[in-house]
Structures are given as C-alpha cells and as structure tokens.
C-alpha cells in the first residue's frame, strides 16, 4: 500500500509539472506589449467623392509587402524608404493589405530624406490622397522596437515569431461645421483731401494640410507666406510713421485659411466691402516662399493698367539685382476644373488684377507638385530674409514712384532676422491643417496679436464656414498633432500552436492515465472502440 501511495504521489508530481509546463508556453504565446505613437492618414469627402482612409481600427498582424500577397488580411508595414507605388495599392485594393503602417525616418522632421526618396514616395502620397482608401493607413517614426519588428517580418526565417498591431480608438466621424478665421488690418496712406486712395492688398494663407494632418506643419506651404507678409507689415509701418515717407496708398495685409481651393480668399472676397475692392490696384499672394532662392510671378493674363505692369518689372529688377533667379508664368484659369492651383486666381474671378508670388513654379495644390507634406519642415531662413527685400524693395518703389531707380529704402538689418527664426520655428513645428483647429485655438490670437504689433493698425476677424460639400472626420476626442496610440505585441508562430495543441493533448491523456490508471484506461479505451464497432454493425444491419 505505501509502494501505491509513493507511486501515485509521484505520479501527481510529475502531472503537476506537466500542468506548469503547458501554463508556461500560454505565458511565453504573447511577450508584453510596446506602445507607440502613430498618426492617422485624412479622411475626407467632396460632394460625393471619398478619399483618404476610411478605417481607423486595426488587430492585425504585421507582413511586409513581398509577404502580403501570399498571407493576406495582414497589415502592410514597410519603411519609407522602400516605397512601391504600384504594389502598395495593388495590395490595397486586391484585399490582401486589411491595414497599412508606413514606417518614416526618426529624425524626418529635422533633416529631410535624400531627393530619390522623396521621387519615388511624392507619387504614392498623391495617389493614397486622391483615392478612396478602405483600410486604416497609419504612420509612425522608426524606434529601436519598430526596427526591430521591421527586421524579423522581413526576413524569410521559418516558424519566426510573428507581431500583432492593435489600436483602440473609435472610428472617425464627421468634424461638425469647421470654421475658416481670417485677419485683416491696413496702413492707410495720405493724400489731399477728398482724393481716394488705391489699396495694394498682400495675401497668404496660414494654414498647411497634408497626407497626415498631425504632421502637415507645411514649412514651405504656407509658413514662408505668413513670415513675409509680418516682416512687410512691420518694415511699411516703420516707414509710414516719418511724415515725408507716408506713402499715397493704402497697403491691406490679409491672412487667410486657403488651402482648400483658397476658399478662404472666396469667403474674403464675398464678404468685403465693395469700396475696398474696387479700390484695389492689385493684389500680391505670397505662396510657398524660403524653399529655394528663385522666384516665381504667377499671373492669369497680362496686366492692362501700367502701373501694375510697371511693379512687375520692378520685382523683376530687384530679383535680378539680389542674383535671384526671376520668372513670369502665364497660366489662363480653367473655369471648368474644380482644382484651384493658386490664390491669385480668385481674384482674377472677381476682375481684380492679383499675381502669386512664390519660390516655385509649381503649385502646391496641384499634383505635379514636388513637394511632400510630410517632409515640408524647414524654411530656408538666409533665401527667405532676401526674397524679404526683394519684395519691400519692389513695393516701395511702386508706392514711392521710384521705379527704375537704384536707390534703396530698407537696408539688410531693416529685416528682423530674430522675429523670422521664432516664427520659421514656431510655425515649422505646428500642424495648421484648418478644419481641425477648435475654433478657441492659440493659433489665432498668435496670428491676430502679431499682424497688430508688426502693422500698428487694428486688426478685423472675419469668420465664415466651409463649404458643405467638404467634409471632414476625426477621430472623437483628438487633438491635432496628437497621434493615437498603436500596441504591438510579439506572438509565437503557428508551429507554435501545432506544438501548444499537441502538448494539450499529451496532458490531457496523461491525466487520464492519472485518474485512470495503466489498466483501467486501457479498459476504458478498448470498450469505447468496442462500443463504436458495435453501433457500425447495427448500423449495417439495419
């Protein structure tokens, strides 16, 4: 009787430690998770067209884009790297990519990836914007963990672990009624009495938009504009204040949210007073200035009035003067196309002469753009102080009548390099895209407060809505510039769970043989075969 109590205690034992074992591999099927910080791609609708990404939740292991196609219903992770236009949105819309994650550069937001990177990735993040996406797209920078996780789905180890993404946000919905802010003040010029004054009007647009609306901080687009603009203001209301150099016109500064086919320039125009418009001479937008030395004059046809003619040529004389490289582009509207390429081109709609001024000769609006709005971080702040005096010094002359002169008014220090670096930092560093700022957000009482300071005069606000055939979504409760947070965690292969099922049933028999005994469960299987054998025969039978 002690031998059988020995045997069975061992027994029990050895069947506690079988347990442990099989609770072990349970404990060792998912290691802890890594929380990381990852950015939504923009969702949006225009009338009845969808584009962006339509979902937001993923649960999803990772594949890389050679591994997709076999295993499907994964999410695509790839860096940026390795970008491939044609098999990304193959593997989109075939249903085999359920979810993707683009994986950037850590340090993308201070030094912008090589020229042939950004050649093959701006024609997928074109196509990705201008597409109905139907499953989630996130980004995020690259860590030790994410380059890791990188390494092993890409390689072609057999049985290697594999790592699952999971998010828990809600799904997007539609942003309700966005607002559009703009901001308006002038220096008023002096003439005799009862004389009325021509308007010279100086637009830009503040805000930026982009592939990914917490990343689109838009440097070049429109960051450039707002600081040119400011330093215009400040340089014209230092020199207005001298009686004997009080100017004959009127100079108006506005600031607008347009990156939507300038709708905010529209709504301006909608809304302004009909003296002020047709008090106008021109008008000048400043667009996508700092990313290069050269500058581009934008027109929709040439000016009739010599007066405008005559500060064409002016700037022109300026440029060539500061040895920037300066070019006129002539580009009729097309009524019929429902893209705006560039600010000036409303005015043109309302017969008012206007011109965009920009360091590009293409549009940022348009998709032969070589621009990305993932990458648009950094200002070139030395281009961007002289296409400063270029301007001021051009619009000088045509407010003083100096044209064709050499004299100048504004020397090198007149421009406030201390004032251009704090807002090519701040602006640089801050997503702008407009129907996402809460209508009580910072960015606006900046905006406001700086225009007063730099033109000395009031400034006026006006608030309009978007069109409502744009509509956009956010996810509830987020903040622009935020991110959510994506889980990944590292699980075992499915030769592990072959390996876990079978040590199951390895321990479930063994208990068996526990409860059982050697003869007893051989008693019990021999009658559970006899009694199957037995209901076949009388099936037979019958």
Known sequence: ????????????????????????????????????????????????QTFGSRRTNVNLLASPLEKILQLGRRILVFPF???NLEETLAAIHSNHAAGVLILLPENARTTPPPQSALEKWIPLERALMHSDIPVPVYFAFLDD????????????????????????????????????????????????EGETLRTIGI????????????????????AGGVIVLLELARMFSRLSAGFRTQGKYNLLFVLTEDQLNFAGVKSWLDSADAR???????????????????????????????????????????????????????????ISSSQIPWAHEQFSRKKIIA??????????????????SLFD???????LT?????????????????????????????????????????????????????????????????????????????????????????IPSSELGVGVALSMYRVKSMWFDVFFALAVVVYCFALFLFLRGTGGAMHSIKEFFRAENEKKNRRARD
Not at 8 to 22: D, H, K, P, R
Not at 203 to 222: E, K, Q, R
Not at 283 to 310: F, M, N, R, W, Y
Not at 404 to 414: C, Y
Request: glycine share 6%; charged share 20%.
């Open 1 to 48: 009787m002690a031998r059988d109590l020995t045997r069975g205690i061992f027994n029990g034992f050895w069947l506690v430690q079988l347990w442990v074992f099989v609770l072990s591999l349970t404990i060792l099927d998912v290691d802890a998770a890594h929380v990381f910080k990852a950015f939504r791609m923009i969702q949006y609708d225009r009338g009845q």
């Open 81 to 83: 790297e390795s970008v």
């Open 145 to 192: 963990e994410l380059r890791g996780m990188l390494e092993e789905v890409q390689s072609d180890s057999p049985g290697q672990d594999g790592y699952q993404i999971i998010s828990s946000v809600s799904e997007a919905s539609a942003v309700p009624s966005p607002e559009l802010h703009s901001f308006q003040s002038v220096i008023p010029g002096v003439g005799v």
């Open 203 to 222: 637009f830009t647009h503040y805000d930026s938009f982009g592939i990914v609306p917490d990343l689109a901080t838009g440097a070049a687009s429109n």
């Open 276 to 334: 002020l418009l047709e008090s106008m001479e021109f008008a000048l937008c400043l667009d996508q200035l700092g990313t290069g030395g050269a500058l581009s004059l934008h027109i929709s046809k040439p000016p009739k009035d010599p007066l405008v003619e005559q500060f064409y040529a002016e700037l022109q004389r300026r440029a060539v003067a500061a040895s920037a490289q300066f070019s006129i582009s002539h580009k009729k509207i097309n």
């Open 355 to 372: 011109a965009t001024l920009s360091s590009s000769p293409y549009s940022p609006h348009t998709d032969s753009a070589p621009l990305s």
């Open 377 to 383: 971080s950094t200002l070139d702040v030395p281009q």
């Open 386 to 474: 002289n296409q400063i005096k270029i301007i001021a010094e051009a619009l000088a002359a045509h407010v003083y009548k100096l044209h064709g002169k050499n004299l100048e008014l504004f020397s090198d220090t007149d421009v406030n390099l201390h004032s251009v670096e704090a807002w090519s930092h701040t602006l640089s560093s801050m997503p702008r895209v407009a129907p996402f700022l809460p209508a009580k957000h910072h960015l606006f009482e900046w905006i406001r407060r700086a225009l007063q300071d730099h033109s000395g005069s009031e400034v006026t606000e006006h608030v309009s809505h978007l069109d409502k055939s744009l509509v956009f979504y956010a």
